[in-house]
């Protein structure tokens, strides 16, 4: 039995080394990677810009209290608050520790604003990450339904429908409304332009906050530096994690002038969040995806990817649907497929993840090529004749 808590049902293949969009097993097999450690390796593995920021860092320290303060967390700060016309940031470590933040933030919000038993709307289906209060707004039981009661402060509606969000709104006492624009782990479900341009004026409307979790779905990889940017919307609170240091763990929590004028010290805090490490590696992310244009080039190969997709597999029995926005991508199968990714990691030496066995999710690396769109395409036909007969 392994010494290691079996939380995760891993696959058996010893990894070894990285490059780009690639990895290498122990044997010297190699794969395509198109899950970037499920959306954190934006810019590859073993990304020599960030090794070198890495190696730089750790040449003066790594870690600094937060009682002082150091250059990264302000540059990294400015940043993230000039591509997103926010305000403030704070730094943890994780997506579901930002998430955290942004529900103690919308309960001050409450208490400050004097809303008596105040609730927070999030969407079925949602996922916000693990703790108690992000795992009380995640709307899945499969990842609840053992832990016994949870935080009661969340209504539940249905995702992109603004008319069971208005009536919400009328019934309760609402002080934020809660939301993945592009839900991930629901398996790439895209919220429409008109739904957040509603949701905006609803939240205005009704005095809530409007909180959203881009966790999975911002930085880039959608074809905006932030899916709600579509719609020409500025949230009060934004959550980020993921690829934000690609790969070192980060978490951020921003926040509106408004907000950051009721946030005092005390009030919330994390040890290691936003130490000079990561701080640098983050801003560093930020600086490459600017300079090599990414968010333009994720939109320009997500259409690329998503046409290629749909020309070879739209008729294909057994597929439902192909849907995405730049390089966050997702291929539904009709019927449940036990073991997608594990054959097509052993058989085609590819790695994909699959949510409820059958919504294949791409969240590949911002470096991958046409050529691995193209050899990712074949390889998954061959897979759907072998497996589904075709
Ligand atoms: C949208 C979203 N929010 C929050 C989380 C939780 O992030 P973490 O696993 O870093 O705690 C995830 C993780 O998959 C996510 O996709």
New binding site residues.
Partial sequence: MSSLINFYQKIDINFTQGDGCYIWDDAGNKYLDMTSG??VNNLGHKNDEINREINQQIEHYIHLSNLFTHQWSKKLSDKLVEISNLNAAFFC???????ETAIKIAKLYAHENKIKDPKIIVMKH??????IG?LSATGNNKYKQQFGKLLDDFIFVDFNDIDDLQAKLEQHHVCAVML?PI???AGVNISSTLYLKQLRKLCHQYQCLLIF?????GLGRTGYWFYHQKAEIIPDVL?L??GLANGL?I?ACLVSEELNNLLKPGMHGSTFGGNPLVCRVAYKVLEIIERDQFVQKNREKGEYFINKLQSKFTSVRGIKSIRGMGLMIAIELDEEVFNISEKMLINHKILINVTQNKIIRLLPSFFISEYDINYFCENLYCFMKNNLNL
Wanted: aromatic share 4%; hydrophobic share 25%.
């Fill in positions: 499920v959306g470590n994780s997506g579901t520790e930002a998430n949602a996922f916000h990450g693990r703790t992000a993945e839900q991930g782990e979790d881009e966790v999975q779905c959550t994690a993921k763990p978490g």
